[in-house]
Nanobody, 124 residues
Framework: QVQLVESGGGLVQAGGSLRLSCAGS????????MGWFRQAPGKEREFVAA????????YYADSVKGRFTISRDNAKNTVSLQMNSLKPEDTAVYYC?????????????????WGQGTQVTVSS
């Protein structure tokens, strides 16, 4: 069983920054890949970023490439998403996810456990 808890969401003006964190529990948390997804009102959940178990491989959605950075600290069982140059279209509930595989994935169905989500609101 893996439990994930996100934090760091909030309200920020366009152009600002936020850093989301995801704290995981469970003995095997750090041995597998992680991802961040988001869901805006009335829209489907979409991929944001993913990272392999070692952190050597990362993937990003085109919409956030160059603005967001995913990282992990396996010693602390945490995964972070640094979000810079935020835009109103980044407004959504952000979820971290864990999959029982060392390889990162852009596909939400590949993930086995999800956090409860944290709201990010970017005002114009």
């Amino acid at each position: 069983q893996v439990q994930l808890v996100e934090s760091g969401g909030g309200l920020v003006q366009a152009g600002g920054s936020l850093r989301l964190s995801c704290a995981g529990s469970g003995r095997t948390f750090s041995a597998y890949a992680m991802g961040w997804f988001r869901q805006a009102p009335g829209k489907e959940r979409e991929f944001v970023a993913a990272i392999s178990w070692s952190g050597a491989t990362t993937y990003y959605a085109d919409s956030v490439k160059g603005r967001f950075t995913i990282s992990r600290d396996n010693a602390k069982n945490t995964v972070s998403l640094q979000m810079n140059s935020l835009k109103p279209e980044d407004t959504a509930v952000y979820y971290c996810a864990w999959r029982r595989n060392v390889v990162a994935s852009r596909v939400s169905n590949d993930y086995d456990y999800w956090g409860q989500g944290t709201q990010v609101t970017v005002s114009s």
